[in-house]
């Protein structure tokens, strides 16, 4: 199977989409024929659409590539599909409003709270499915796992409201960003690749000070998903140090000193 | 013609990725061994397929090609880099013709001289015109690449396009279709052929009426996109492993300054080039979850041998080696990395680390994520606010980084030189910070 075919070339592509044709290769089918045997594959269909999409791909041939192809440091794959993502997908695509009823840590549950669905996000680190909506009631932009989700309906709100709403989200999101600023120690340039490479997942811009051999990363990202960027900084470990942005400097220095305790190579009390 | 070579392409995303604009046209160059001209020229042509693939994109605005391509959250189902594989060179002629072609099966079944007919009909008159020995070679082509099939078994042979997925399928079906697509080309490896199906349900869907931006209600944290650079090798070397054959190709350690070098073709730019010309027999490929990245492990002369795919460039395939003989290097090879926590080949060694709870009426979300994370390793002990998790893994330079990664709720007992280690790098964490 070469990737690089010629059908796939872009101006083929662009000129079936101009004549309204739609096309699939043995390559895509092949593909499809394989996540199928996923069990995804029976929480995202019915049963007779499932069967439906066998009997279309019975001829094709599925790709074989899972003998010799091991994944490692995987996270364990709890959940990749999930019951309700069809349903949701389906309110976010008419901008529909929503009615929900969920429960939170221990056993508190909000029932029937009014908003607007946004995005539907995957956790690759996770591996669990969250719903991104924003709560009417005092404006507040929610994060909820489809597995706490008790009750969800489509709810009565007019797309105009919905749209402000919408546009509301972005702009509260954008508000949200917040600039990390890192160094990479000069010493470890020769693992240059592989930090970069940590750093990959992140909305990012790299500089590099040709005189000092000193390359810097911004690392742009929301407030609430510091966690991630710090448990990335302590994985790199003494291969990178924060620069700017006074609050993930105090984590790292917090961090230190109370591993060093744990190792007991520290006195509680010391001053940083 | 020679086959056309993507390494190039390959290389140049894949530092525009990672370095996203660090460099200046020079040392970008200078990093990928090829001369500033061919930059430029690498440059404009990606920008094109860029352009055409993605109207969307404001060149006009002048924004820089490494910021158009970069990675957004917002955006992290669609990849970007999925333009590298509609890269494949075509003569406009070509291009046309199989494009007209199917647009014409599109409509209904037709015989090669009915389609003859449709091209002599809508090709522009400025572009040399198809006989009917041209037309039977894209049909050909085109019901390999599996996109038409034969109708009936009596000539003339009518063809159709196999597009059953749209129209067997309801709209609803067709729907879930594209988020299971969505899904499943998000979460799974290889993906290429995933993000290429979703791509042409996506245009489909939006032709039928939905918002761009309402077909897309999927995000996905934290991805490592560039992955999909190195799936342009994944199929030569997993056919190479199931035929058993070796493989030739000129490898560029990662490690090294440079990642690419010219293939010298024109000696105007020919360069020494530092890679270095390896043989190896495929055994098992490799992706590394921690960083994204992928690996070739394969049997060399000097026994097991492995590779970055990113160093990899001018793969060929080579002679097939005796079934028996390869049943046994690869059993030694799964013997050997059955306790790689990523790839290492070393000595296995225990390791034991105590994981602190983070107390209080907050989930145990330390203890959730060394299950989710922790491959084969186990909980051996647990009390009310803290347990000991042990696993047995072939050297401790690779679990090291995720073991440092929980801060001060781990505390590695076992073995004591890692333990060591773990404080001398914490004290020389905390010593970068000391004037905070």
Same mark, same amino acid.
């Given at each position: 199977?070469? !990737?690089?075919?010629?059908?796939?070339?872009?101006?083929?592509?662009?000129?079936?989409?101009?004549? *309204?044709?739609?096309?699939?290769?043995?390559?895509?089918?092949?593909?499809?024929?394989?996540?199928?045997?996923?069990?995804?594959?029976?929480?995202?269909?019915?049963? *007779?659409?499932?069967?439906?999409?066998?009997?279309? #791909?019975?001829?094709?041939?599925?790709?074989?590539?899972? !003998?010799?192809?091991?994944?490692?440091? %995987?996270?364990?794959?709890?959940?990749?599909?999930?019951?309700?993502? *069809? %349903?949701?997908? %389906?309110?976010?695509?008419?901008?529909?409003?929503?009615?929900?009823?969920?429960?939170?840590?221990?056993?508190?549950?909000?029932?029937?709270?009014? *908003?607007?669905?946004?995005?539907?996000?995957?956790?690759?680190?996770?591996?669990?499915?969250?719903? #991104?909506?924003?709560?009417?009631?005092?404006?507040?932009?929610?994060?909820?796992?489809?597995?706490?989700?008790?009750?969800?309906?489509?709810?009565?709100?007019?797309?105009?409201?919905?749209?402000?709403?919408? =546009?509301?989200? %972005?702009?509260?999101?954008?508000?949200?960003?917040?600039?990390?600023?890192?160094?990479?120690? !000069?010493?470890?340039?020769?693992?240059?690749?592989?930090?970069?490479?940590?750093?990959?997942?992140?909305?990012?811009?790299?500089?590099?000070?040709?005189?000092?051999?000193?390359?810097?990363?911004?690392?742009?990202? !929301?407030?609430?998903?510091? +966690?991630?960027?710090?448990?990335?900084?302590?994985?790199?470990?003494?291969?990178?140090?924060?620069? =700017?942005?006074?609050?993930?400097?105090?984590?790292?220095?917090?961090?230190?000193?109370?591993?060093?305790?744990?190792?007991?190579?520290? +006195?509680?009390? +010391?001053?940083? | 013609?020679?086959?056309?070579?993507?390494?190039?392409?390959?290389?140049?995303?894949?530092?525009?990725?990672?370095?996203?604009?660090?460099?200046?046209?020079?040392?970008?160059?200078?990093?990928?061994?090829?001369?500033?001209?061919?930059?430029?020229?690498?440059?404009?042509?990606?920008?094109?397929?860029?352009?055409?693939?993605?109207?969307?994109?404001?060149?006009?605005?002048?924004?820089?090609?490494?910021?158009?391509?970069?990675?957004?959250?917002?955006?992290?189902?669609?990849?970007?880099?999925?333009?590298?594989?509609?890269?494949?060179?075509?003569?406009?002629?070509?291009?046309?013709?199989?494009?007209?072609?199917?647009?014409?099966?599109?409509?209904?079944?037709?015989?090669?001289?009915?389609?003859?007919?449709?091209?002599?009909?809508?090709?522009?008159?400025?572009?040399?015109?198809?006989?009917?020995?041209?037309?039977?070679?894209?049909?050909?082509?085109?019901?390999?690449?599996?996109?038409?099939?034969?109708?009936?078994?009596?000539?003339?042979?009518?063809?159709?396009?196999?597009?059953?997925?749209?129209?067997?399928?309801?709209?609803?079906?067709?729907?879930?279709?594209?988020?299971?697509?969505?899904?499943?080309?998000?979460?799974?490896?290889?993906?290429?052929?995933?993000?290429?199906?979703?791509?042409?349900?996506?245009?489909?869907?939006?032709?039928?009426?939905?918002?761009?931006?309402?077909?897309?209600?999927?995000?996905?944290?934290?991805?490592?996109?560039?992955?999909?650079?190195?799936?342009?090798?994944?199929?030569?070397?997993?056919?190479?492993?199931?035929?058993?054959?070796?493989?030739?190709?000129?490898?560029?350690?990662?490690?090294?300054?440079?990642?690419?070098?010219?293939?010298?073709?024109?000696?105007?730019?020919?360069?020494?080039?530092?890679?270095?010309?390896?043989?190896?027999?495929?055994?098992?490929?490799?992706?590394?979850?921690?960083?994204?990245?992928?690996?070739?492990?394969?049997?060399?002369?000097?026994?097991?041998?492995?590779?970055?795919?990113?160093?990899?460039?001018?793969?060929?395939?080579?002679?097939?080696?005796?079934?028996?003989?390869?049943?046994?290097?690869?059993?030694?090879?799964?013997?050997?990395?059955?306790?790689?926590?990523?790839?290492?080949?070393?000595?296995?060694?225990?390791?034991?680390?105590?994981?602190?709870?983070?107390?209080?009426?907050?989930?145990?979300?330390?203890?959730?994520?060394?299950?989710?994370?922790?491959?084969?390793?186990?909980?051996?002990?647990?009390?009310?606010?803290?347990?000991?998790?042990?696993?047995?893994?072939?050297?401790?330079?690779?679990?090291?980084?995720?073991?440092?990664?929980?801060?001060?709720?781990?505390?590695?007992?076992?073995?004591?030189?890692?333990?060591?280690?773990?404080?001398?790098?914490?004290?020389?964490?905390?010593?970068?910070?000391?004037?905070?």
């Amino acid at each position: 199977m070469n !990737p690089f075919e010629k059908i796939f070339n872009y101006q083929i592509i662009s000129r079936l989409d101009d004549a *309204g044709a739609f096309m699939a290769t043995a390559h895509e089918r092949a593909w499809l024929k394989t996540v199928l045997a996923h069990p995804a594959a029976s929480q995202a269909f019915t049963a *007779g659409t499932l069967a439906k999409l066998e009997s279309l #791909l019975e001829p094709d041939e599925a790709i074989d590539a899972h !003998p010799h192809l091991i994944e490692k440091a %995987r996270s364990r794959e709890k959940q990749v599909y999930h019951p309700l993502l *069809g %349903r949701i997908r %389906r309110l976010i695509l008419n901008r529909h409003g929503i009615r929900l009823s969920y429960s939170v840590r221990g056993d508190r549950i909000f029932s029937d709270q009014l *908003g607007v669905p946004y995005k539907l996000e995957y956790s690759m680190v996770k591996r669990e499915w969250y719903l #991104l909506w924003h709560r009417v009631r005092h404006h507040t932009l929610m994060k909820t796992k489809l597995d706490k989700i008790l009750f969800i309906t489509g709810a009565d709100i007019s797309h105009e409201r919905v749209d402000r709403m919408l =546009e509301r989200t %972005r702009l509260t999101l954008e508000s949200r960003k917040t600039e990390v600023l890192i160094e990479i120690i !000069p010493l470890y340039n020769r693992e240059l690749s592989r930090i970069l490479y940590a750093f990959s997942c992140f909305e990012k811009e790299v500089a590099y000070d040709a005189d000092r051999k000193l390359y810097t990363v911004k690392v742009c990202l !929301p407030g609430e998903e510091i +966690e991630y960027l710090l448990s990335k900084l302590r994985f790199l470990g003494k291969r990178v140090r924060v620069l =700017e942005g006074d609050y993930v400097k105090k984590r790292m220095v917090e961090a230190s000193t109370k591993a060093l305790e744990r190792y007991g190579v520290l +006195e509680a009390n +010391e001053e940083v | 013609m020679a086959k056309e070579s993507f390494d190039k392409e390959i290389q140049f995303l894949r530092m525009l990725v990672l370095t996203s604009g660090a460099y200046n046209r020079q040392q970008f160059a200078k990093r990928l061994g090829i001369s500033v001209n061919t930059f430029d020229k690498t440059l404009r042509r990606l920008k094109d397929i860029v352009h055409a693939t993605y109207q969307q994109l404001p060149e006009e605005q002048g924004k820089e090609f490494a910021e158009a391509i970069r990675y957004r959250y917002d955006d992290s189902a669609d990849p970007m880099l999925l333009f590298l594989f509609r890269a494949k060179s075509l003569k406009e002629s070509e291009s046309r013709r199989l494009s007209l072609v199917l647009a014409a099966l599109n409509g209904r079944s037709m015989t090669a001289s009915e389609l003859l007919d449709c091209c002599m009909a809508d090709l522009p008159a400025d572009l040399s015109l198809p006989d009917e020995k041209t037309i039977r070679k894209d049909l050909k082509y085109l019901e390999e690449v599996g996109v038409i099939q034969k109708e009936n078994g009596a000539r003339p042979f009518k063809y159709r396009i196999r597009n059953e997925l749209i129209h067997e399928l309801t709209d609803e079906e067709l729907l879930d279709l594209y988020d299971f697509v969505d899904v499943m080309a998000n979460t799974q490896i290889p993906s290429v052929q995933g993000y290429l199906l979703r791509d042409g349900l996506k245009k489909h869907l939006v032709r039928g009426g939905a918002e761009k931006e309402a077909v897309e209600p999927f995000l996905y944290k934290y991805h490592y996109h560039s992955r999909i650079l190195d799936e342009a090798h994944l199929f030569t070397i997993l056919n190479a492993i199931l035929g058993r054959r070796k493989m030739k190709f000129l490898y560029f350690s990662p490690k090294s300054d440079k990642s690419y070098a010219s293939q010298n073709t024109n000696p105007l730019f020919e360069r020494e080039s530092n890679g270095k010309l390896e043989t190896t027999l495929p055994l098992k490929v490799v992706y590394d979850h921690q960083y994204g990245r992928w690996y070739v492990l394969g049997h060399g002369r000097e026994g097991i041998r492995k590779y970055r795919m990113e160093g990899m460039t001018q793969v060929e395939t080579g002679e097939p080696v005796a079934q028996a003989w390869f049943e046994e290097k690869q059993a030694e090879l799964m013997d050997r990395i059955r306790y790689s926590w990523l790839i290492d080949t070393g000595r296995p060694v225990t390791v034991r680390a105590r994981f602190f709870s983070p107390g209080g009426s907050e989930p145990d979300f330390i203890k959730e994520r060394v299950l989710l994370q922790g491959q084969w390793g186990e909980i051996v002990e647990e009390s009310e606010n803290s347990f000991i998790y042990e696993i047995t893994v072939n050297g401790t330079q690779e679990i090291k980084p995720w073991l440092r990664s929980f801060g001060s709720s781990c505390e590695v007992q076992e073995p004591v030189q890692l333990r060591r280690e773990l404080i001398a790098e914490w004290k020389e964490i905390r010593a970068y910070y000391e004037s905070v």
